[in-house]
Each structure stands twice: as C-alpha cells, then as structure tokens.
C-alpha cells in the first residue's frame, strides 16, 4: 500500500496563478481531507469529505476548492494564488471505529511558496 | 470555542531519561485523544489513542494518560532515544468529523 500519496512536493506560484494539488489514497477510507501547516499555528482544516460526491468546509477554506468524484481521489484547487496561502499542505486519509476513533493518516506534504 | 495547549518550547532531555509531555484543553473532554509524530519535512503519523473512559495505554516505549479532571493527556517516552527526536502533535477528536490539532512540541533527545 502506498498510503497517501500527494503531488507535487514543491511549487512556486505567482500571485494570481491557479493550481491543484493532487492526492489519491489507495486504503479505502471514506474520510479524506487537506490541512494546512504554519509556524505557530498547529494543522487547520481547509476542506474535508466523508466520501465520494460530499464535501464541506473546514476552519480555514477561503481560496481553495475541493472535488471527491472518487473514493480514492481528493484534489485541492487554489483559485487565484495569494502570499497569504504560502505554506505546508497535508492530504489525509481516515477511518472511525468506535474503538479508534477518527485515526488519521497523513501524505508527506507540499510545500507551496506564493510571490 | 475549544483550544489545545501544548508547550511551544522545545524539551531537551538525555538519552535513556522519560520524556514527559502535555497536551491540555479547555471546556468538553473529547471522547479521543491522540498523538501524532512529525519528523522534519514530513507529515504527521498516528502513535497512540486513549480514549475518554481510558486512564492509561501503554505502547512499547510510549505511554499516554488522560485526565479529564485536570483537562490533560501527558504522553511518555521511557528510556528515550536519539531517534525519539521529532515534533509530537496532540489531537482532540469529538466524534465528528473534524480533529482539532494543537501545535506541538519539540523534542530533542541528545547522547
């Protein structure tokens, strides 16, 4: 299995530029979902879905757009690239049980630096 | 609304000692709480759960407390190694769909 699995790893954008990140996971979980990381300031949900053709709006989802046409499939779209979106973007996967909770399992990120 | 401490300082302790870390959180207790990893460049992975009615797990090297009295979880690290080096994130999960993630802290393991 290769888990979860985002691309690309790096990008740089200029200001007003669109662009997907793209992230597929091959565990079958019904949850998936995109934070982001900044100094100081923990993981925030962007957009998150609890399957395919469902998706709502995390804490942070002004600028990015998402898509689950597919279980295995969860893109995110930035609209018009700002400074402000610079930053580490997490995909994740996810499964609830009652005995595990909602346990969450993490691509290995992309950073994206907007000038 | 719900927040999540954790001590932004790094932790820096001597190979073979406990490291001890804390996780607290204000108004409801969650019915999980979780522990992550997070190595330098790389995302978070899942360590440990404990569960709202759970006083203790225990995982090998690691251990987890949570007090719901106190409003903490303390994560342990017996005999702790060069390689436990890392940022360890602690999540509160409600039940639904969302985590709620705090910020992490840094811990440093040296010979």
């Known amino acids: 299995n290769a888990g979860v699995t985002q691309t690309p790893k790096f990008q740089v954008l200029k200001t007003g530029q669109s662009m997907t990140l793209q992230c597929a996971q091959d565990?079958?979980?019904?949850?998936m979902s995109w934070y982001r990381q900044d100094p100081g300031m923990g993981l925030r949900l962007i957009h998150y879905?609890?399957?395919?053709?469902?998706?709502d709006q995390g804490e942070v989802p002004n600028g990015y757009n998402v898509s689950r046409s597919t279980t295995e499939d969860f893109p995110l779209r930035l609209l018009s690239a700002a400074p402000s979106q610079t930053s580490v973007y997490f995909c994740?996967?996810?499964?609830?049980?009652?005995?595990?909770?909602?346990?969450?399992?993490f691509g290995e990120g992309s950073w994206l630096t907007v000038v | 609304s719900q927040k999540i401490e954790q001590n932004s300082e790094a932790l820096n302790i001597q190979e073979g000692k406990t490291a001890t870390l804390t996780c607290n959180y204000t108004?409801?207790?969650?019915?999980?709480l979780q522990w992550y990893r997070q190595d330098p460049g790389r995302g978070p992975v899942f360590l440990l759960l404990?569960?709202?009615?759970?006083k203790e797990k225990r995982k090998e090297r690691l251990k987890v407390t949570f007090d719901t009295t106190l409003k903490q979880s303390l994560f342990h690290i017996t005999a702790s190694q060069p390689a436990d080096s890392a940022t360890y994130l602690c999540?509160?999960?409600?039940?639904?769909?969302?985590?709620?993630f705090g910020t992490g802290t840094r811990l440093q393991v040296f010979p």
């Open positions: 565990m079958n979980h019904e949850y």
């Open positions: 108004n409801y207790s969650p019915a999980y």
């Open positions: 994740a996967s996810s499964y609830r049980t009652p005995s595990s909770g909602n346990t969450i399992y």
């Open positions: 404990i569960r709202e009615n759970e």
């Open positions: 879905s609890v399957g395919a053709g469902i998706t």
């Open positions: 999540a509160l999960d409600y039940g639904t769909d969302k985590l709620i």
